[in-house]
């Protein structure tokens, strides 16, 4: 099934975004080892609902599909927590993403996990074990989730847990997303550069949390504002401008595409104004996962892009670098790819009706699906947007890009 899309004229409207989550599934972790934590506004996407069935299911066998963030948390959950052995699988694509970093992170404190296929990667076995305090020495280069994934069980670690980090740190804003979320629930956290003490934390008080909207989804309405024309503006909902999500940076980002941001209580305005800039260039070693989107807004801008940065996206649902450079090119653009790095000189003309592949991935759909501002543009498999955002296609409609 395919998606044909088209841009009727723009329709000015509050849209209400769906729960980050980032922050939905860090929260879940923690509510399920504090059971006095309740949660409001949680993300709805697959990636959160398998979390939840992983939790309430009496099955040993677990599948997270595609689900990174569910891989990685529930490695060390159930590590943590599990009295019967717990077998994680994943989708094809998930028995290809590496885990031996958190693995063997997780072994050095107590745990008894086994490879039940290829070494370094799911699926794999945990059996029942008890967790130490330890100084652990963590590579932060391949994924912040692996870090992530520790935090979130340390402070019920029985002398809490120590972890110093090596390499270049990726993702950083997810580091301090968990280590805000922590202590947002009393737990005590000492940070140094590239030093992380998390103190035993048995029990907390009851506490109610209300989680943000999304701002990785809110990025793809920022692309589509950067395309419209001057004067086009659009409200989102709920938002803060005291953010724990690292991709709230999008704001300051978009500010160059002509995207001005207001807040105004929970609500954030995106106005459409005059800009000039013929080539853009930035660093995405903290915000990964806004290069598909950004590349596509310069691609629709017709400016030269240049992004760096982006070594972790080797390792996403879909190799995301070799999946732009494909889908990219077919707009008649020469892009140059490194393990690194996205470049491609601006286009002269945008050719119409180009079948866009989404490589089961979320975001190449969204972030193509923004073009309809600017040409006709067909997305195959649209349905892979409920790994994050199920509503993506109903709120397009509701601001006027309809598929035929």
């Known amino acids: 099934m395919n998606f044909s899309l088209r841009s009727t004229k723009l329709k000015e409207c509050e849209l209400v975004i769906p729960g980050s989550k980032s922050e939905s599934n860090r929260l879940l972790i923690l509510s399920y ?15 959160t609902n398998y979390l939840l069935n992983a939790f309430n299911s009496k099955l040993n066998i677990i599948d997270v599909g595609h689900a990174g963030t569910a891989m990685r948390f529930l490695t060390s959950y159930f590590s943590l927590t599990t009295k019967k052995k717990v077998e994680l699988r994943g989708s094809k694509r998930m028995h290809n993403r590496p885990i031996k970093i958190l693995v063997d992170s997780l072994r050095d404190i107590g745990a008894s996990i086994q490879y039940l296929e290829k070494d370094g990667y799911p699926p794999i076995l945990i059996k029942p074990s008890k967790l130490i305090s330890e100084d652990l020495v963590v590579d932060s280069s391949t994924s912040s989730q692996y ?41 005590k956290i000492i940070t140094k550069e590239n030093f992380i003490k998390v103190k035993e934390l048995q029990k907390i008080n009851p506490l109610r949390l209300f989680v943000e909207s999304d701002w990785s989804s809110a ?33 300051n980002i978009y500010e160059s595409f002509g995207v001005k941001t207001l807040f105004y209580e929970d609500k954030i305005i995106l106005k459409k104004i005059e800009f000039n800039i013929s080539e853009f260039s930035i660093d995405l070693t903290s915000n990964p996962d806004l290069a598909q989107t950004i590349c596509v807004t310069c691609l629709g801008l017709k400016i030269k892009c240049n992004l760096t940065g982006l070594h972790t996206l080797k390792i996403k649902e879909t ?10 090119s077919k707009f008649n653009l020469k892009v140059k790819i490194t393990d690194d790095s996205i470049s491609f000189d601006k286009v002269g003309l945008l050719k119409p009706n180009v079948l866009i592949e989404t490589y089961d991935d979320h975001r190449m759909a969204m972030t193509f699906a923004c073009l309809a501002v600017k040409t006709n543009i067909i997305i195959s498999d649209p349905k892979v947007v409920t790994k994050s955002y199920k509503s993506f296609w ?11």
């Open 394 to 404: 109903s709120d397009l409609e509701k601001i006027g890009i309809i598929s035929k």
């Open 319 to 328: 190799d995301r670098l070799l999946a732009l450079r494909n889908e990219l």
């Open 33 to 47: 080892l504090y059971r006095n934590l309740y949660l409001e506004n949680i993300s709805n996407s697959d990636d």
């Open 147 to 187: 870090i992530s994934s520790l935090l979130l069980v340390a402070p019920k670690i029985s002398g809490g847990l120590e972890i110093k980090l090596t390499g270049r740190e990726t993702s950083k804003p997810y580091i301090y997303m968990t280590i805000a979320l922590l202590k947002k629930i009393g737990v």
């Open 219 to 251: 990025s793809y309405f920022y692309s589509i504002v950067a395309l419209a024309e001057v004067g086009y503006s659009l409200i989102l909902s709920k938002y803060s401008d005291k953010s724990l999500q690292g991709d709230s940076v999008v704001a």
